[in-house]
């Protein structure tokens, strides 16, 4: 009989397409599945609130999917190294099975328990569950790494297609006696007083079959409308499969081989088919950007934003985290935010250049806050998301792009039908005054009910002053020395 193998969720979880568990299938090993809470090891990175939420229904999901085939999950928290060792010896296991992780805190980590079991001669096999190409896969001609998306998206359609995707196995041979872990519920991954996620309930089925559900749904109703669709927050056109993929319950390999099978067979449009895989090629290339540039985690990747003169005004930011800017587009945006863990991306982009350029706030505020209430918080893409927008990152909207609040609602959003769900209190505003209701005459808000200071704020700061300012304090990168500025050419 061999010994058992111990497959380590993290990131992926799912049954199909997971290579770590295939390949341990494939022994005939008996086996054990574990997940860890280790997020304590990630330190002021840790698992945001709303991330949290989706990781309880996403375990109650892998659990039971698990168990249908033959096996039992097993839950801990604590330091991985510790939960892993106390496995070790209990049940004599002789490898470890995991897919890689690529944030900075986890790449540590997993670096250090490699090298300690390897010390205890215990076996461990690595393998790539949710990338398309690994940050070190993708080179330059000159073998170097990438900081311009086209040329990596260029790349990485270069590497050609991917492999079809492994079915989940038929039947697990779960190891015999596993004593039982934490319950799910002592994980304490839920809020509770108040349950502030209970409108996220009808909107979300974590999960592999959810994803799956979700994948289905964009492929028949939604991929065709995507290329001009999804940058409209109103139009139903994008995936909504963000979160599904930051939890692994459906594999980047998956979305593009069924994608491009959809397109081949004529059944979903060519064009709208590459706009929508091109957006799995930027979050490659997140991933690569902060693996091989793990300080961009929390430092700019420019370093002539060293020196930028962030502004800390709290209620500023307080204003800006509920939704109350007095910019309607805005706050839809960050209001969409708390009542549904999600953001559309046009919307982010206009909430985060508003943080960073209207209000002067410091991007890693930003990104903190996002990573605490996004469902699909996911720190490459959070990190790219913000440092992109600040005008700091690899291949970034140029600093003096400042979304204009209100004209971007009147494109992006005319008939208001976004910006009246979540701003409800101006939704009788006619649509010529919706994104900027301190233009409307008094005899308009009188008649929609609106009282601006009172039934809706003021704008908190001044679009055309607050421009200025943000291009005056913009400056202050233009004097940094070149050999600063050469680093990132
Ligand atoms: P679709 O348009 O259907 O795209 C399909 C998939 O491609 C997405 O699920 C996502 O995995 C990936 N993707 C799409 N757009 C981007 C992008 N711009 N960069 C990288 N990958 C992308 N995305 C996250 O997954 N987690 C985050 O924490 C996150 N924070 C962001 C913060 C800011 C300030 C900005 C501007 C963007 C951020 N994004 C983040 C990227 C993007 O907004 C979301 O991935 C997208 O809105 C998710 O919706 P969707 O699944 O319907 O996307």
């Given at each position: 009989m061999p010994s058992p193998i111990l497959v380590w969720f993290r990131q992926d979880l799912r049954l199909s397409d997971n290579p770590a568990l295939l390949q341990a299938v494939a022994t005939g090993a008996p086996l054990h599945f574990l997940y860890i809470l280790d997020d304590a090891?990630?330190?002021?990175?840790?698992?945001?609130?709303?991330?949290?939420?989706?990781?309880?229904?996403?375990?109650?999901?892998?659990?039971?999917?698990?168990?249908?085939?033959?096996?039992?999950?097993?839950?801990?928290?604590?330091?991985?190294?510790?939960?892993?060792?106390?496995?070790?010896?209990?049940?004599?296991?002789?490898?470890?099975?995991?897919?890689?992780?690529?944030?900075?805190?986890?790449?540590?980590?997993?670096?250090?328990?490699?090298?300690?079991?390897?010390?205890?001669?215990?076996?461990?096999?690595?393998?790539?569950?949710?990338?398309?190409?690994?940050?070190?896969?993708?080179?330059?001609?000159?073998?170097?790494?990438?900081?311009v998306f086209t040329p990596f998206w260029k790349a990485v359609q270069a590497l050609g297609d991917q492999e079809t995707p492994g079915d989940a196995p038929d039947a697990l041979n779960g190891a015999a006696d596993v004593e039982p872990g934490q319950a799910l519920k002592e994980l304490d991954l839920l809020p509770t007083k108040p349950n502030w996620a209970a409108g996220f309930e009808p909107l979300w089925q974590p999960g592999e079959s959810g994803a799956r559900a979700m994948f289905e749904a964009f492929l028949s109703e939604r991929v065709s409308a995507y290329s001009d669709g999804r940058n409209f927050p109103a139009t139903p056109a994008v995936s909504r499969l963000s979160a599904h993929l930051h939890f692994g319950e459906i594999s980047p390999r998956q979305v593009w081989y069924w994608t491009r099978s959809r397109m081949e067979s004529g059944a979903i449009p060519v064009d709208a088919a590459w706009s929508f895989l091109r957006e799995l090629g930027w979050r490659d290339f997140n991933r690569h950007l902060l693996f091989n540039n793990p300080h961009t985690v929390s430092g700019n990747f420019k370093p002539a934003f060293d020196a930028f003169p962030w502004q800390d005004d709290e209620d500023a930011f307080k204003a800006w985290t509920k939704g109350r800017t007095g910019y309607p587009f805005v706050d839809a945006g960050m209001r969409e935010l708390w009542q549904t863990g999600i953001m559309h991306n046009r919307v982010r982009m206009v909430t985060a250049s508003f943080l960073i350029k209207h209000l002067l706030t410091d991007w890693r505020k930003g990104e903190a806050w996002f990573r605490n209430t996004l469902i699909d918080a996911d720190l490459a893409n959070n990190v790219g998301g913000w440092q992109w927008t600040a005008g700091c990152g690899a291949d970034a909207s140029p600093y003096f792009r400042i979304f204009n609040p209100f004209t971007q609602g009147e494109k992006f959003d005319g008939d208001g039908s976004y910006t009246r769900k979540f701003v409800p209190e101006l939704a009788a505003l006619p649509d010529k005054w919706l994104h900027r209701p301190w233009e409307a005459p008094d005899e308009v808000l009188r008649k929609a009910g609106v009282v601006l200071g009172k039934t809706y704020p003021k704008p908190i700061v001044d679009h055309g002053k607050a421009r200025e300012r943000a291009l005056r304090a913009y400056e202050t990168t233009k004097s940094v020395n070149s050999s600063s500025q050469q680093k990132v050419a």
């Amino acid at each position: 009989m061999p010994s058992p193998i111990l497959v380590w969720f993290r990131q992926d979880l799912r049954l199909s397409d997971n290579p770590a568990l295939l390949q341990a299938v494939a022994t005939g090993a008996p086996l054990h599945f574990l997940y860890i809470l280790d997020d304590a090891d990630a330190g002021d990175q840790a698992l945001g609130a709303a991330s949290r939420w989706w990781l309880h229904h996403s375990l109650a999901a892998l659990g039971a999917n698990i168990k249908a085939h033959g096996g039992q999950l097993t839950l801990a928290s604590g330091h991985a190294s510790e939960v892993l060792s106390d496995l070790i010896t209990r049940y004599g296991i002789e490898a470890i099975y995991w897919n890689r992780m690529y944030e900075p805190w986890s790449v540590a980590r997993d670096t250090a328990l490699k090298s300690d079991l390897k010390d205890k001669d215990i076996r461990v096999e690595t393998f790539n569950g949710s990338l398309l190409h690994e940050p070190w896969a993708v080179k330059t001609k000159a073998g170097g790494i990438f900081s311009v998306f086209t040329p990596f998206w260029k790349a990485v359609q270069a590497l050609g297609d991917q492999e079809t995707p492994g079915d989940a196995p038929d039947a697990l041979n779960g190891a015999a006696d596993v004593e039982p872990g934490q319950a799910l519920k002592e994980l304490d991954l839920l809020p509770t007083k108040p349950n502030w996620a209970a409108g996220f309930e009808p909107l979300w089925q974590p999960g592999e079959s959810g994803a799956r559900a979700m994948f289905e749904a964009f492929l028949s109703e939604r991929v065709s409308a995507y290329s001009d669709g999804r940058n409209f927050p109103a139009t139903p056109a994008v995936s909504r499969l963000s979160a599904h993929l930051h939890f692994g319950e459906i594999s980047p390999r998956q979305v593009w081989y069924w994608t491009r099978s959809r397109m081949e067979s004529g059944a979903i449009p060519v064009d709208a088919a590459w706009s929508f895989l091109r957006e799995l090629g930027w979050r490659d290339f997140n991933r690569h950007l902060l693996f091989n540039n793990p300080h961009t985690v929390s430092g700019n990747f420019k370093p002539a934003f060293d020196a930028f003169p962030w502004q800390d005004d709290e209620d500023a930011f307080k204003a800006w985290t509920k939704g109350r800017t007095g910019y309607p587009f805005v706050d839809a945006g960050m209001r969409e935010l708390w009542q549904t863990g999600i953001m559309h991306n046009r919307v982010r982009m206009v909430t985060a250049s508003f943080l960073i350029k209207h209000l002067l706030t410091d991007w890693r505020k930003g990104e903190a806050w996002f990573r605490n209430t996004l469902i699909d918080a996911d720190l490459a893409n959070n990190v790219g998301g913000w440092q992109w927008t600040a005008g700091c990152g690899a291949d970034a909207s140029p600093y003096f792009r400042i979304f204009n609040p209100f004209t971007q609602g009147e494109k992006f959003d005319g008939d208001g039908s976004y910006t009246r769900k979540f701003v409800p209190e101006l939704a009788a505003l006619p649509d010529k005054w919706l994104h900027r209701p301190w233009e409307a005459p008094d005899e308009v808000l009188r008649k929609a009910g609106v009282v601006l200071g009172k039934t809706y704020p003021k704008p908190i700061v001044d679009h055309g002053k607050a421009r200025e300012r943000a291009l005056r304090a913009y400056e202050t990168t233009k004097s940094v020395n070149s050999s600063s500025q050469q680093k990132v050419a």
